[in-house]
C-alpha cells in the first residue's frame, strides 16, 4: 500500500468552478501536510501547509484535514486556466522528524 | 524569500562519467535534500543532510553519495552514470522540524 495516494487524473473543470483534490495517508501518527502545485517542467513550489484538523482557507485556496479518516483535501474556487497543473500531497510521517513522503500527482486541467 | 539555486538546468553525461549536481541555499537552513522524479513514480528521495558533515540515506540511494561541508551546500554525485540515472533532480531546503521544504529549479540529467 503506498504511503499517500492520490487520483492521477487528469482531473478536468471547466473555468470559474470549483476543483477538489483528494490525498489519503497511510500513517495514523502524521501530523504535517503540505500541498504543493507543479507545473509541467518547474519545480514544485508550496501552496499551503495544515497541522490541525478542519479547514484552512488561504484566498482561493482552502485546504481541509481529518485525521481520523487519514484524509486530506485541497479545493479550489473560482479555478482559472492558470491554475492548471499537478497537484501533489506530502505528509511528513511519524518519527521522520522534516522528511516528506508524496503523492504521486493529480494532474488537473481548467478548461476554458 | 527563501532562494535554492542549482548548478544546472540541463546536464547531458555519457555512460560513466561522474556526475556532481550542485544545491546551495542562502536562508542558513539545517536540512537539506536531494529527489529524483520521474514519470508515475512521483518524488522520491534519494539523500538528505540535517548538519554539515551529516547524511542520511533516502528511500533509493543506490548509485548515488552526496557531499555537505558547509551549511549552505549540499552536493548530490553519480560516481558512474547510468542511463537508468536518467531523471529530474530537485533538491530542497527546510530550516527544520515540520517546516516547509522549498525547492530548487531542478536539474534535468540525460546520461547517454
Known amino acids: 500500500q503506498k504511503e499517500v495516494e492520490q487520483n492521477s487524473g487528469p482531473l478536468s473543470v471547466p473555468e470559474g468552478a470549483i476543483a477538489s483534490l483528494n490525498c489519503t495517508y497511510s500513517?495514523?501518527?502524521?501530523?504535517?501536510f503540505f500541498w504543493y502545485r507543479q507545473y509541467s517542467g518547474k519545480s514544485p513550489e508550496l501552496i499551503m501547509s495544515?497541522?490541525?484538523?478542519g479547514d484552512k482557507e488561504d484566498g482561493r485556496f482552502t485546504a481541509q484535514l481529518n485525521k481520523a479518516s487519514q484524509y486530506v483535501s485541497l479545493l479550489i474556487r473560482d479555478s482559472q486556466p492558470s491554475d492548471s497543473a499537478t497537484y501533489l500531497c506530502?505528509?511528513?510521517?511519524?518519527?521522520?522528524?522534516?522528511?516528506?513522503?508524496f503523492g504521486t500527482g493529480t494532474r488537473l486541467q481548467v478548461t476554458l | 524569500d527563501v532562494k535554492v539555486t542549482q548548478s544546472s538546468r540541463y546536464l547531458v553525461k555519457r555512460t560513466g562519467e561522474k556526475v556532481f549536481l550542485e544545491c546551495v541555499q542562502d536562508?542558513?537552513?539545517?536540512?537539506m535534500f536531494w529527489y529524483r522524479q520521474d514519470p508515475g513514480l512521483g518524488l522520491r528521495l534519494i539523500y538528505f543532510?540535517?548538519?554539515?558533515?551529516?547524511?542520511e540515506k533516502g528511500d533509493i540511494p543506490e548509485g548515488y553519495s552526496v557531499s555537505r561541508e558547509k551549511k549552505e551546500r549540499f552536493s548530490l554525485i553519480l560516481e558512474s552514470a547510468s542511463t537508468n540515472q536518467t531523471s529530474m533532480y530537485l533538491c530542497?531546503?527546510?530550516?527544520?522540524?515540520?517546516?516547509?521544504?522549498?525547492f530548487g529549479p531542478g536539474t534535468r540529467l540525460t546520461v547517454l
Open positions: 530542497a531546503s527546510t530550516l527544520g522540524g515540520a517546516d516547509t521544504q522549498y
Open positions: 500513517d495514523r501518527g502524521s501530523q504535517s
Open positions: 495544515i497541522y490541525s484538523n
Open positions: 506530502a505528509v511528513i510521517p511519524t518519527g521522520t522528524a522534516s522528511k516528506l513522503t
Open positions: 536562508m542558513d537552513h539545517e536540512n
Open positions: 543532510s540535517y548538519d554539515v558533515k551529516m547524511k
